[in-house]
């Protein structure tokens, strides 16, 4: 039930945001994410997923492709978890919600809906911001 728990994971981060009534994330609530939370919510898809998803290894993928908060940076990332396919952004219909997707593909749901809002954090920054963020609380 991937699908199902990424979007509890975007409705469970916009609450500890306090973003619920926004539905977006800004880049303000990114920076300043309650630690305690990510780590929670990391820890559960780590723990369920045997290490193959999480913030935690999103970061370790995100430092090792430069761990920059830059589109190119962005770029590597999307290749390197699935999240783009020659070049284009993938929309959540083509995610893949399955142990057979790539490590670090999930989750997923937050940063799409970003994407389509094109708010405040550009579509191309959700995951290095958040990548970024897992690295100021120790992921």
């Known amino acids: 039930m991937w699908k199902e728990a990424d979007e509890e994971t975007l409705k469970v981060m916009l609450k500890a945001a ?40 999103q970061k370790k993928i995100w430092l090792e492709v430069g761990g920059k908060v830059d589109y190119d940076t962005e ?14 952004w993938l929309n959540k219909s083509y995610l893949t919600f399955n142990k057979q997707a790539p490590v670090g593909h999930l ?7 970003l994407w389509r809002l094109v708010v405040w954090v550009p579509w191309w920054a959700w995951g290095s911001s958040l990548a970024s963020r897992a690295v100021s609380c120790n992921l």
């Open 75 to 88: 770029c590597k990332l999307g290749d390197r978890v699935g999240w783009r396919k020659r070049g284009s």
């Open 107 to 113: 989750p997923r749901g937050a940063g799409l809906l």
């Open 18 to 57: 306090r973003r619920e009534k926004e539905g977006y994330f800004n880049k303000e609530s990114i920076e300043n994410f309650p630690c305690d939370d990510l780590r929670t919510i990391d820890q559960l898809w780590v723990k369920y997923s045997q290490g193959h998803f999480g913030f935690s290894v």
